[in-house]
């Protein structure tokens, strides 16, 4: 019993070794940018219009099925939640009095892209499309989110000095 044990550790340490003299392997082509983190405005860097961007610091939490965005004003307050299912499926994201609105999201590259389309009345014939694309650098310090237009780009920055606000009441994601 002892030599089969012995003979057994001796294959656990030869793999154990010839694991830790690999190369490191190239990432899984389905590997997707990891977005995570409490991400703070950059206003200098901001070219969308800064009336219209209410968002101060941006908290993403992300699974392998899904990406999670919590919005949070100048003073911390969440006003704003919003997950993605990333399979390229769309699902309603949000109905109002006068708009209903559909969204699918995916990873392209390493862009994770939110195709909102939007209805502004009930038969659909003032409709609009909207494009969204998430990137994180490649330094992981910086997270642009470019709009449909071309010209609104927000830029938001590593907020590695402070935790993810506290959501109100304490309520967990």
């Known amino acids: ?10 294959v656990l340490v030869v793999t154990l070794l ?7 392997s190239e990432p899984s082509p389905n590997a997707v940018p990891n977005l995570a ?5 950059d206003r200098d860097l901001t070219t969308a219009d800064l009336t219209r961007v209410k968002t101060d ?11 999670r965005f919590e919005y949070y004003d100048r ?6 939640v919003e997950t993605f299912i990333t399979d390229g499926y ?5 109905v109002t009095r006068i708009e209903r609105a559909y969204a699918r999201a995916k990873w392209k590259d390493n862009l994770l892209v939110i195709r909102t389309r939007s209805t502004l009345d009930l038969e659909g014939y003032q409709s609009y499309e909207l494009l969204d694309t998430w990137e994180r650098s490649a330094d992981g310090k910086t997270l642009t989110n470019h709009s ?3 010209k609104a780009t927000v830029y938001y920055l590593i907020d590695s000095h402070q935790d993810p606000p506290s959501p109100p009441g304490g309520d967990k994601p």
């Open 1 to 10: 019993m002892s030599r089969v044990a012995a003979v057994l550790s001796c």
């Open 75 to 80: 003073d911390r307050r969440r006003f704003g």
């Open 148 to 150: 449909s237009d071309g």
């Open 90 to 94: 769309e699902r309603k994201r949000y």
């Open 37 to 41: 983190g409490t991400w703070k405005l």
């Open 57 to 67: 610091v941006v908290v993403i939490k992300q699974s392998s099925e899904n990406v």
């Open 18 to 24: 010839a694991a830790a003299n690999q190369s490191p």
